[in-house]
């Protein structure tokens, strides 16, 4: 799901996450956090590929589909 979202933000679409979990977030090149309702951080950072982290992934012996 988070190759399609970075497909996405490539072909210059704006994507917008809402997640609780930092290991999700880490794929956003733009993070802002949240807490009691209010922003207490916005920062950029360079995203995981997530194409990239998925074929790490796949075990020797399977084939992409």
């Known amino acids: ?3 399609v979202l970075q497909g996405l933000v ?3 679409k704006t994507v917008i996450l ?3 979990e930092t290991d999700v977030a880490a794929y956003a090149s733009r993070v802002i ?3 009691d ?3 207490v951080s916005d920062r950029q950072q360079e ?3 997530a ?4 074929a790490a992934a ?3 012996g399977e084939v992409a589909a």
């Open 10 to 12: 490539k072909e210059g």
């Open 58 to 60: 796949k075990s020797p």
């Open 51 to 54: 194409a990239a982290a998925a």
């Open 47 to 49: 995203p995981l590929d």
């Open 37 to 39: 309702g209010l922003m």
């Open 33 to 35: 956090t949240l807490r």
């Open 18 to 20: 809402v997640t609780h």
């Open 1 to 3: 799901v988070v190759t």
